[in-house]
């Protein structure tokens, strides 16, 4: 994928990703300088924000469902070292032109996650290359064997909100 397109893919994930958050009634704010927080969405009423930073890929689909992998800095992955809130994971199916899933993860939860991956994260500071598939025939989604289902279009940090 050319540097354009990286750019409008990411782009578009995190639109899809804001919208997700506007049609749950919440505010959202876009930093004006980019230092790896993508998104604020923002508690008006409680005057509180919380950082929330977007990964966009394609999806490449299989007879078995479907894979892909997700770039993240080791280092944002590490305790006392995030400098978002969450993690949300944008998949795009570009064959048939949908948004397939929003995987949206506490950024500790990711930490876990990962960990239990078996993932080394501290090996170096070097880009963790997260690989991500979904199994037809279980119809579960995984990071290598850790289960994340329950992590899937799952917004219920953020209730609607009723205005």
Same mark, same amino acid.
């Given at each position: 994928? @050319?540097?354009?397109?990286?750019?409008?893919? +990411?782009?578009? +994930?995190?639109?899809?990703? #804001?919208?997700?958050?506007?049609?749950? @009634? $919440?505010?959202?704010?876009?930093?004006?300088?980019?230092?790896?927080? !993508?998104?604020?969405?923002?508690? %008006?009423? =409680? %005057?509180?924000?919380?950082?929330?930073? &977007?990964?966009?890929?394609?999806?490449?689909?299989?007879?078995?469902? $479907?894979?892909?992998? &997700?770039?993240?800095? #080791?280092?944002?992955?590490?305790? +006392?070292?995030?400098?978002?809130?969450?993690?949300?994971?944008?998949? #795009?199916?570009?064959?048939? =032109?949908?948004?397939?899933?929003?995987?949206?993860?506490?950024?500790?939860?990711?930490?876990?996650?990962?960990?239990?991956? +078996?993932? !080394?994260?501290?090996? =170096? %500071?070097? =880009?963790? #290359?997260?690989?991500?598939?979904?199994?037809?025939?279980?119809?579960?989604?995984?990071?290598?064997?850790?289960?994340?289902?329950?992590?899937? %279009? !799952?917004?219920?940090? $953020?209730?609607?909100? !009723?205005?």
């Amino acid at each position: 994928m @050319g540097k354009i397109k990286n750019l409008y893919t +990411g782009l578009a +994930g995190e639109l899809s990703v #804001r919208a997700e958050f506007v049609l749950l @009634g $919440w505010n959202v704010a876009v930093p004006e300088i980019d230092t790896g927080t !993508d998104t604020f969405v923002i508690d %008006d009423e =409680n %005057d509180k924000s919380e950082r929330v930073q &977007v990964k966009t890929t394609f999806i490449n689909n299989s007879s078995r469902g $479907w894979s892909c992998g &997700v770039n993240f800095k #080791r280092s944002k992955l590490r305790p +006392g070292l995030y400098d978002v809130d969450y993690a949300i994971f944008a998949l #795009r199916d570009e064959q048939n =032109n949908e948004w397939k899933a929003h995987i949206v993860f506490k950024i500790d939860d990711l930490y876990s996650t990962v960990m239990e991956a +078996g993932y !080394d994260i501290f090996e =170096n %500071d070097k =880009n963790l #290359r997260i690989p991500i598939r979904y199994s037809t025939k279980e119809n579960t989604y995984y990071i290598k064997s850790v289960d994340i289902s329950s992590k899937i %279009d !799952d917004w219920s940090h $953020w209730p609607k909100i !009723d205005h």
